[in-house]
């Protein structure tokens, strides 16, 4: 399979960007990947970058975004940082893949047994760590009322909370990809990865 073209990103809908995301998960959780050639696709990409979608994730080393939904070398661009926190750095490159690049479509990748977001319901202090476990206490603090200590079930309200809440952020902070999604331009959109299946759902 070739990577996608600029006339397949230009003709894209961010409601047919979505589709083949959900796509791309079903091949992956049933185990049915797209077959690619990995060197041709470096070779098609070289002189240009036609990516449909960005999706902003975890660092976990198991939750690769272009694995998850079966996409090549040069289908999405993936921005990936602890806990799937939204800062000036992140907004910027976001805003780059559509604005400037061309992408349909944002995914806010959250997924289960997140350890930054466990570690920020336990109030963990280290080093750099905590400065960027404060961006995700806004969603601890919402959830934190309402339970009587943070089990697993907890920490889990809190990740979808946390997806809930970079959203509101992009949209806060961001008057470029507002603008763009209210025109109908590109789709922001939450999503959770689940660990134990290699399926995600859409919040």
Known sequence: MKTHTKEFQENLTPETALTVLKEG?????????????????????????????????????????????????????SVRIAGNIVNEDILGSIEYGCAVAGSKIVIVLGHSNCGAVTAACNGVELGNITALLSKIQPAVDVVRPSVEEFNAEAIQTVSNTNVGLAIETIRKESPILKKMEHKGEVKIVGAMYHVHSGEVTWI
């Open 25 to 77: 998960n079903q091949r992956f959780i049933k185990n049915l990947k797209t077959q690619r050639n990995h060197l041709d696709l470096v070779e098609e990409t070289s002189e240009g970058q036609y990516p449909f979608a960005v999706v902003l994730s975890c660092i976990d080393s198991r939750v690769p975004a272009e694995l998850v939904f079966d996409q090549g070398i040069g289908d999405i661009f």
